[in-house]
């Protein structure tokens, strides 16, 4: 698999801003190119759950974060950006990027196949 590496990830209070990304730079142009890209997060004891999604310009958000987040794209790098603004406790998560092959781009896990470590997110109240 081509790795996929995410940063950006700490702690910080509610109401607070993060910025993460995930360098897909290993992926040949063409390939990255095809590719719908999109952020998951998992808090312990829960499913993985998507968070965001991104392919050829067009975004998608669960609704749980729409308005506050702001997925992204930096082609020329390949490197994908999720900002989180207005945290809240319930942010908090190990959130993970991922690519799929499925151009409807839909935030459904098992269209997803090749996955990074991950980076955590911790929101305090």
């Known amino acids: 698999q081509v790795p996929l590496v995410e940063s950006g990830g700490g702690s910080v209070q509610t109401g607070g801003s993060l910025r993460l990304s995930c360098d897909a730079s290993?992926?040949?142009?063409?390939?990255?190119?095809?590719?719908?890209m999109a952020w998951f997060r998992q808090a312990p004891g829960q499913e993985r759950e998507g968070v965001a999604s991104i392919y050829t310009g067009a975004t998608y958000y669960a609704d749980s974060v729409k308005g506050r987040f702001i997925i992204s794209q930096d082609n020329a790098k390949k490197i994908m950006y999720l900002q989180m603004n207005s945290l809240k406790p319930e942010d908090a998560a190990t959130y993970y990027c991922?690519?799929?092959?499925?151009?409807?781009?839909?935030?459904?896990?098992?269209?997803?196949?090749?996955w990074g470590q991950g980076t955590q997110v911790t929101v305090s109240s």
């Open positions: 290993k992926y040949m142009g063409g390939i990255y190119a095809r590719l719908c």
């Open positions: 991922a690519t799929s092959i499925f151009s409807d781009c839909s935030m459904t896990r098992a269209n997803y196949n090749n």
